[in-house]
């Protein structure tokens, strides 16, 4: 089946700008995570869901970040007022009940100029 | 934050050498997990190993823990050149109930032909 889907798969935006970078999670994966990652690193993870509600969001780095799966599915995360550090290759991944292991996407590689 | 180091930083080998990359962590953990990736882009899950294993294969990919030592060992026996990637470690740790994962910076093997 389908793997991880993520759009766009590029972005350039400009600094002050709100970006929505959008999930589409492995069918019947439950658990949906995003993670960024910037050249050089690993990736850091940022927000998790189990379903709809955000089991753990400790890992965004401040209130312009914010996430929301409203149906259990396709998740979008929304950057408002855009950084030129938030420039960062952004990840998602999914996982199904009972398993250990996250597939992740191919990416949106964010670039704030 | 990241858990893992891995090390080397970088390896560059021939085709048909091995090659041994090392990770260490910080908390406890249920298992940890390889994945590999290209470009910077999408990670491959490549293998996991739950803490009261101490080995485990898969292809030409064999995984050792020591959880007393909190360090684990990736070997890629009879390597080729399209296993060119970086290779990162990942543990889940305690934090959101070992649901989350805690990357290192990966290793970056090069295969020469």
């Not at chain 1, 400790?58 to 599915?73: C, K, M, Q, T, Y």
């Not at chain 2, 990357?103 to 020469?112: E, H, N, Q, Y």
Request: hydrophobic content about 30%.
């Amino acid at each position: 089946g389908a793997g991880v889907s993520q759009t766009p798969s590029n972005k350039v935006t400009e600094k002050g700008k709100y970006v929505e970078l959008r999930c589409d999670p492995i069918s019947g994966h439950t658990a949906l995570y995003w993670y960024r990652q910037s050249l050089g690193q690993g990736p850091e993870f940022l927000i998790y869901f189990q379903g709809t509600g955000a089991a753990d969001d400790s890992g965004l780095p401040n209130d312009r970040f914010f996430a929301v799966r409203p149906e259990g599915s396709v998740s979008t995360l929304k950057i408002q007022r855009t950084e030129r550090g938030d420039s960062a290759v952004y990840l998602c991944a999914s996982r199904m009940v009972g398993s250990d292991t996250q597939y992740f996407g191919p990416g949106t590689r964010l670039t704030v100029l | 934050s990241q858990q893992g180091e891995e090390d080397p930083q970088a390896l560059s080998i021939q085709e048909g050498e091995n090659a041994t990359m090392n990770c260490s962590y910080k908390t406890s953990i249920n298992n940890l997990q390889w994945y590999r990736q290209n470009s910077g882009r999408g990670l491959v899950h490549l293998i996991l190993i739950r803490s009261n294993e101490r080995e485990k294969h898969s292809g030409r990919l064999r995984v050792t823990l020591d959880t007393s030592k909190k360090s684990s060992s990736l070997l890629i026996t009879a390597s080729r050149a399209a296993d060119t990637a970086s290779y990162f470690c990942a543990t889940d740790g305690p934090n959101s109930g070992y649901s989350t994962l805690t990357f290192g910076k990966g290793t970056m093997l090069l295969v020469s032909p």
